[in-house]
């Protein structure tokens, strides 16, 4: 009996890193959107932080928050931050930035 208990524990753990990854996959599709529209150059991404959340309207859910870096002009770099609720873009936030 104890075995399905370990099975379940390890498929859990698999699920767990397969999720962060489509969640860091549909961050980077995210910020990229971000930057096309906004004419800037995307240059990396990284993940702050990832947890688990709850709320009455959305129920439970993954909060995520990135930082990225992006040129509004190709010489200078800026960092901006970008949350997310589950695979959903919840905001981004970005300083004032010099742009062509």
Known sequence: ?????????????????????????????????????NKLQFI??????????FTTKNGLFWSSTFDFHFSGDGEASYQGVMTLQGLKLQDITTPAFRIN
Do not use: G, P, T
């Open 1 to 37: 009996m104890e075995n399905i208990y370990y099975l379940l524990f390890a498929f859990l753990i698999c699920w767990y890193f397969i999720y962060l990854r489509k969640i860091a996959e549909a961050a980077k599709r995210h910020v990229q959107l971000y930057c096309q529209q």
């Open 44 to 53: 990396d991404i990284a993940r702050r932080k990832s947890r688990l959340s």
